[in-house]
């Protein structure tokens, strides 16, 4: 099949736009964002990032128009292009604050239970368990496996809190040590210390709803497509 001379032009544009993306300093137009959305320019993923990122980091009264197209238009890019091109740019972003991975997850519907494993197996459990109730475009028996291995990972994390007894004025006695190091009445199955909440494997009550909204999307997926 040949190559449409549209098609050339389209990749020669691309080609310019990775080069001045290059650049610090230079941020597209509304017009060339409309442009690289509407023809799904992959390969600038990493590059509009930076832009999106530079932007958020600025105080918002120093802010131009252009800093702002990057706010509004970089989500609107993720959910152009290619999902498979847009998981990479998000999960592999190395230097991205997890509040705005975790935003952009949810903004984007960017929920990909394999690459929320592997940021588990590197110890990153906030950021995976503040996205377990995100919904994914759609499913296909693969991701029903994948998210069956995240549910089942998140249940065996370690034990981190502990039982113990402990001395105090008044006598010795029982009481649940959390993660945090906080002592608690032995029966607590989460720490009662204010901002803490952690049960023994350092989760709250309100990351474990989210595990349960997970494994009912599991069940209801296995009635589905098996």
């Known amino acids: 099949m040949g190559i449409s001379c549209e098609q050339l032009r389209v990749e020669e544009l691309r080609m310019k736009y990775e ?30 990032f930076n832009k999106y990122l530079t932007s958020l980091d600025l105080d918002e009264f120093d802010r131009d128009e252009l800093h702002q197209v990057a706010i509004e238009q970089f989500p609107i890019y993720l959910q152009s292009v290619d999902r498979l091109y847009a998981l990479e740019v998000v999960y592999e972003y190395r230097n991205a604050p997890e509040r705005v991975i ?51 990972t998140i249940r065996r994390l370690p034990r981190l809190g502990r039982v ?31 901002g803490c909440g952690q049960n023994a494997q350092g989760l709250t009550a309100d990351q474990i709803k989210r595990l349960e909204l997970l494994e009912t999307r599991i069940t209801a997926l296995t009635h589905i497509l098996e």
């Open 102 to 152: 975790i935003d952009l997850i949810r903004q984007c519907q960017l929920f990909d239970a394999a690459r929320l494993c592997e940021l588990l197996r590197q110890g990153r459990v906030e950021l995976v368990m503040a996205v377990l109730d995100v919904y994914q475009p759609e499913y296909e028996v693969d991701d029903l496996q994948a998210m069956r291995t995240l549910a089942s």
């Open 19 to 48: 080069q001045l993306l290059e650049s610090a300093t230079v941020f597209p137009t509304l017009s060339n964002w409309k442009f690289i959305c509407e023809n799904r320019l992959e390969g600038l993923g990493h590059l509009l």
């Open 164 to 194: 113990e007894e402990r001395r105090g004025v008044f006598g010795s006695g029982l009481k649940y040590i959390c993660p945090n190091g906080h002592a608690n009445n032995p029966d607590c199955e989460y720490c009662t210390h204010s």
